[in-house]
């Protein structure tokens, strides 16, 4: 797991907690809904967040964003020797 905190600046004040994660940190909408289907969690000031649009953020918030660790569908098998064809 992974755990990262945001303090919501002046400018971002009444912005919802989907649209701040989107414009302002790059979240793209598959993470978020990854988020929204308990996959990670998310909390304003210790309290969790469950609706992602309809929370609204305010000037010192703290929004803290748990991310779930993706493990990989393939793993590369270093066995396997690919030749060169051009370089």
Do not use: W
């Amino acid at each position: 797991m992974r755990t990262i905190t945001y303090t919501v600046e002046g400018r971002y004040s009444g912005c919802s907690v989907s649209a701040y994660l989107k414009n302002c940190h790059g979240y793209s909408r598959r993470a978020l809904s990854r988020l929204k289907q308990g996959r990670g969690s998310l909390a304003v000031n210790g309290t969790p967040v469950t609706r992602l649009v309809s929370t609204l953020l305010y000037t010192g918030d703290r929004l803290t964003v748990t991310l779930e660790e993706v493990m990989p569908r393939f793993v590369p098998n270093p066995a396997l020797a690919a030749p060169v064809l051009y370089e």
